[in-house]
């Protein structure tokens, strides 16, 4: 009967110590206070305007293969490049201006960023790269034709 309570005894001893562990600087929960509020201007606009930015993104070499498929709401415009070299990052199909046709047509153009070093030319299907875009059912109702371009080629998929 002695063990047990002597065990008791030396349990709730220690454990009442930790009562000053739990505020002291030790404890890691306690290192930082509790958050306070403080009013800044709020701005939408930074001081001096935004930057522009300009895309040189050079087109890519080759289209290889292009499509429109269905979507909800509308149609992806995919396609896939032939790059140089590996390495070719960051594609996109990008129009000229507004994604709007000009006469019926819808122009992208199929850009992406070089390789930050310089790379091997590999097999040419280690180079494919692929991108695409939505476009919007509105868009496409005024569509015939939708055209995407590279460096040295463009394909077009025109409407049944």
Known sequence: MKTPALAALTALVLLSACAGVRQSAVNPFNWFGGSTSRTVEATAIPEGGFAEVIDNRPAVAEVIDMAVEPAQGGAIVRATGLPPTQGWWD????????????????????????????????PARSREVSAGLFVPASVLAQTR???VIGERNARTVTRR
């Not at 709007?100 to 122009?107: K, M, N, Q, S």
């Open 145 to 147: 034709r939708v055209t």
């Open 91 to 122: 594609a996109e199909l990008r129009p000229d201006g507004d994604l709007a046709p000009v006469d019926g047509e819808l122009t992208l153009r199929f850009v992406l960023a070089p390789p930050r070093q310089e790379t091997r030319q590999g």
